[in-house]
């Protein structure tokens, strides 16, 4: 059978001169203070929009740090950490470069060069980073992994499975290694050892999908298929959505007579990925097969419209043409056939017979003279070559689940040196949407806090936009550089829109002054400040604006924001390590700062008790804090607030699932995609089955 892989300022004169000196020299010193403390500032605050996935703005903070001060390594290589997450990776590679060229003891530079590398296809040299990075820190699991990623790549398997062997030795209790190592096993051609790998995946970790999976695979390129059937069935059971687990159990059923089943298992793989081209293609085999003749074609249409050099689904049209009396579409299928292949006899023999029956003798008998050439040019060869092969034939999804670490390796960190295992999870949900929600409560929870902004992404298919009273009564006083928006889904500025928020800021900065007793204009800049990541500002000019102003709800709410940002940042960003494998000091850290931002969102609904969004932000934090019988309660009354709050039915809705209430969850994600959020859909889908 073939194998197809599927695949973020005194009196005299001389006294007034002296006095102006020693000014002069004082002022010189303070600014050279400044310069530095500038620098610094600029430089925490481009790392913010770094973390934030801001980084077009994080771009310009760094270069503003270089215009200034070129000969440090960091903002070269936070800069470099930017471009690589908007995919310039020679961009990257040039900027890591400088910053190792100015400090070549800088860890994290060697770390993201060699991913950028390694990205742009320079496995050894990605390797050597890697190494070089391994010096500083030779306990990082995940530059092990990237190192083995590369070592695969340029096939030197045995190196690969020496780093994931120092991998599996650190981390001696993720199961899911397995897997990985099983991969290698078989590049090394070491059947039997992977067969030990898969079996212990399966027995350490019953329930985690991946491991049946994984056995699954390599029992049907055994032509086991009963064991294949067996395991297939307890992934699928445990809920898999991957589709090539569907795929390959439909191979098995068709292999052992299961036509009805088998058809169910393409439909399935088919509503799962409506693009996909393998589904389609066995589907038609196996309709053509049952006499639906007309159906395989419409599947065979769509396969090769996706995908017009795949030969194999070509061929079948072919056939499938021929014998619907379809004469010119199969010649014309043959002939695409032939321009790829032109030692290919079957497709000569095709085309002869579609004219023969057309009619046009000459042509049949000029191309089976040709199949007779062929056949006797490749018989004096005495070999044929693999390259002319095509099998019209089942054909698995022949890579298999991916696994978590193999979803980590592709996933550069929105800030490389900080909270890579977060990253890892919110790259397994974007990529596969997969996985047991009691085990990943956060990544789903993607409904984020509602903030204040002047900017808002519009929602295509809802279409509407979040409002509050108290925000509209504040507009209309026009007090601000703009008007003022409640979003959970911002948008990252261009750079124009960069360069326009600082001049705001520089504007407004003019006009205060020590007696500046207005608390809407630090309140005005604080918005600014926001904008463009610098919470410590904005949470200051927040902090003047309660002080003048005790009862102003929305600079209370937009102080609960700002903080819970840039303490997220903080936690994940406390230590400098290229691995990040300790969470639980940010997590603790977390859990006291959380005080201060619930006094603030208790303030604001203190202040405005139908302000629903205080509700919703106040549960979104207990629920971080696994506080989940209150987060309830919270998501509740912002529910009762606002009746059409679909996040809040969201959020509430996966809060219920966490804790074990299938049906309240169920319900409630129901409700959100009735009011407009389709994803939801996905998710009810795989608790449903």
Not at 90 to 103: H, L, M, S, V, Y
Not at 605 to 628: E, G, R
Request: some cysteine.
């Amino acid at each position: 059978m073939k194998r197809h892989i599927y695949n973020r300022y005194i009196s005299n004169p001389f006294s007034r001169t002296l006095k102006a000196f020693l000014l002069l020299l004082f002022l010189a010193g303070w600014g050279q203070a400044a310069a530095q403390w500038n620098t610094d500032r600029i430089m925490t605050i481009g790392r913010n929009a770094l973390y934030f996935e801001d980084y077009v703005l994080s771009i310009q903070y760094f270069n503003r740090v270089i215009s200034v001060k070129p000969y440090l390594a960091e903002p070269y290589m936070y800069r470099g950490m930017a471009k690589a997450q908007l995919g310039d990776y020679r961009g990257a590679d040039n900027d890591c470069t400088e910053a190792i060229t100015r400090n070549p003891f800088i860890p994290q530079a060697y770390y993201t060069r060699g991913f950028a590398r390694r990205k742009l296809g320079y496995y050894q040299e990605a390797v050597d980073d890697f190494t070089k990075a391994l010096e500083f820190s030779p306990n990082s699991g995940f530059l092990l992994l990237n190192r083995m990623d590369a070592q695969a790549a340029m096939e030197h398997y045995e190196d690969a499975m020496a780093d994931l062997d120092e991998y599996m030795r650190l981390n001696p209790k993720i199961t899911e290694l397995n897997y990985e190592k099983g991969q290698l096993q078989l590049a090394l051609k070491d059947t039997v050892g992977a067969v030990a790998t898969f079996d212990r995946f399966v027995e350490t970790d019953k329930k985690n999908s991946l491991a049946w999976s994984a056995r699954a695979l390599l029992r049907l390129q055994l032509d086991d298929l009963d064991g294949a059937l067996s395991d297939y069935n307890e992934a699928i059971r445990l809920k898999s959505t991957y589709v090539g687990d569907y795929i390959n159990r439909g191979i098995v059923n068709v292999q052992k007579n299961n036509y009805r089943q088998a058809l169910a298992d393409y439909n399935r793989a088919i509503e799962l990925d409506p693009d996909n081209t393998l589904a389609y293609y066995n589907r038609a085999l196996l309709r053509a097969n049952l006499g639906d003749s007309n159906n395989a074609l419409d599947d065979l249409d769509k396969v090769i419209a996706q995908d017009s050099a795949y030969m194999e689904a070509r061929l079948r049209r072919a056939s499938l043409r021929y014998e619907l009396g379809d004469y010119d579409g199969s010649i014309a299928d043959y002939s695409i056939i032939l321009s790829a292949h032109p030692d290919f006899i079957p497709a000569y023999m095709g085309i002869a017979y579609a004219q023969k029956d057309k009619g046009n003798d000459t042509e049949a008998q000029r191309y089976a003279q040709m199949a007779m050439d062929v056949e006797e040019k490749l018989k004096n060869r005495r070999e044929e070559s693999k390259e002319e092969e095509i099998v019209a034939d089942n054909q698995i999804a022949d890579q298999g689940q991916q696994s978590t670490s193999s979803r980590r390796i592709e996933m550069f960190n929105r800030f490389t040196a900080q909270n890579m295992e977060r990253a890892e999870q919110e790259s397994k949900y974007s990529d596969v949407t997969r996985g047991a929600v009691q085990n990943h409560y956060t990544d789903l929870v993607s409904e984020r806090n509602f903030v204040l902004s002047f900017y808002a992404k519009d929602d295509e298919l809802r279409r509407t936009n979040h409002y509050h009273p108290l925000i509209e009564l504040y507009n209309k006083e026009k007090k601000l550089s703009s008007v003022l928006k409640i979003t959970n889904n911002e948008i990252p500025l261009t750079e124009e829109l960069v360069e326009m928020h600082f001049q705001a800021i520089d504007n407004i900065s003019s006009q205060l002054t020590a007696e500046t007793d207005d608390a809407d204009v630090f309140f005005n800049r604080a918005m600014e400040f926001s904008l463009v990541q610098d919470f410590a500002s904005a949470i200051n000019d927040l902090n003047k604006a309660i002080m003048l102003r005790p009862d102003f709800t929305l600079a209370y709410f937009a102080r609960a924001n700002i903080r819970n940002k840039q303490i997220e940042y903080d936690n994940n960003n406390e230590d400098e390590q290229t691995d990040p494998d300790s969470s639980g000091k940010g997590e603790s850290r977390y859990n006291f700062d959380a005080e201060m931002i619930m006094r603030d969102y208790d303030r604001v609904i203190s202040l405005a008790p139908d302000f629903q969004y205080a509700y919703f932000n106040k549960a979104n934090v207990l629920a971080t804090l696994k506080d989940f019988r209150s987060a309830v309660s919270l998501y509740t009354k912002a529910i009762e607030l606002d009746p059409g709050f679909a996040e809040a039915y969201y959020n509430r809705g996966l809060v219920y699932l966490f804790t074990g209430d299938d049906d309240k969850g169920i319900r409630d994600l129901s409700k959100a995609g009735e009011l407009g959020m389709y994803k939801v859909y996905n998710l009810i889908q795989r608790f449903n089955q």
